[in-house]
């Protein structure tokens, strides 16, 4: 006896049951998680540059004054800053503002 099976759906069936079994892996959300993190995390030179309100040109001549690291592993061509250290920089000149309380009482 001959069985005949629908490749298209015997394909589908198993393509489902693992997305399912690695979509409910803690391990791999995790990994996506990290992922999205550090593409978030690490920005072009314009990106930064914009952020800072500085061109790309003086980002690049005063970026180890200003504490800001830039890494070069995908090649010189191609740095990368660090959000992260970019928000610090911002903090640093932040103008503290008033909270509700103090509002009332002025």
């Keep these: 006896m001959r069985l ?47 952020i800072i309100d500085v061109t790309t040109r003086t980002l690049g001549e005063n970026h180890v004054k200003w504490g800001l ?3 070069v592993a995908l090649g010189d061509q191609l740095p990368k800053y660090f959000l992260s250290q970019v928000i610090e920089r911002l903090k640093a000149k932040a103008i503290k503002g008033r909270k509700p309380e103090e509002l009332k009482a002025a």
Aim: glycine share 4%; no cysteine.
């Design 4 to 50: 005949e099976i629908d490749e298209q759906v015997l394909g589908n069936a198993i393509a489902d049951r693992l997305t399912a079994a690695i979509l409910q892996s803690p391990d791999f959300i995790e990994r996506i998680v990290d992922g999205i993190l550090l593409r978030f995390e690490i920005l072009t030179p314009a990106e930064t540059a914009a």
């Design 69 to 71: 690291d830039k890494s």
